[in-house]
């Protein structure tokens, strides 16, 4: 049983533009996974969560989903299996939605360990995965 959950987006945007994906890489945020070659998917622009919405860390940019309905990820307590061997960042958040310093970079071979290490720090209270290429938001981890 996993130490932890990952939160994937459930929202999507008003504002955003239908694109058909390459099949290069465009990561859906609502199932976690990559889109395929000639699928319709929305692009919009979007603010991840923090604990304090009134931190000055708080962000948008561009996300990648379905365009309606989607059954979600194969599973929100493991790390998305599509998506193992991608470097991530793992920015940590404490309580008042600032950076932290535990925030860690892992390779991609040991994520469920690179997010417990981070997560071990009773100071950090959420966690970001995010793109090393472009440093987009991926999901969202908190403790179980």
Do not use: K
Request: overall charge negative; proline content about 9%.
């Amino acid at each position: 049983m996993s130490e932890y959950v990952i939160h994937p987006l459930t929202e999507r945007g008003a504002d955003g533009v239908v694109v058909t994906a390459t099949g290069s890489g465009e990561p859906l945020r609502c199932c976690l996974r990559d889109a395929e070659a000639g699928e319709e998917i929305l692009l919009f622009n979007y603010t991840p969560p923090l604990p304090d919405g009134a931190s000055p860390f708080a962000e948008r940019g561009g996300l990648y989903t379905h365009i309606g309905d989607c059954d979600g990820p194969v599973s929100t307590t493991s790390y998305p299996p599509a998506w193992m061997g991608r470097p991530q960042a793992l920015r940590a958040y404490d309580a008042r939605g600032w950076i932290h310093p535990s925030t860690h970079v892992h390779d991609g071979t040991d994520p469920d360990g690179a997010i417990a290490t981070v997560l071990a720090n009773p100071e950090v209270v959420e966690v970001h995965s995010r793109n090393l290429a472009y440093g987009c938001y991926m999901f969202r981890v908190t403790r179980a």
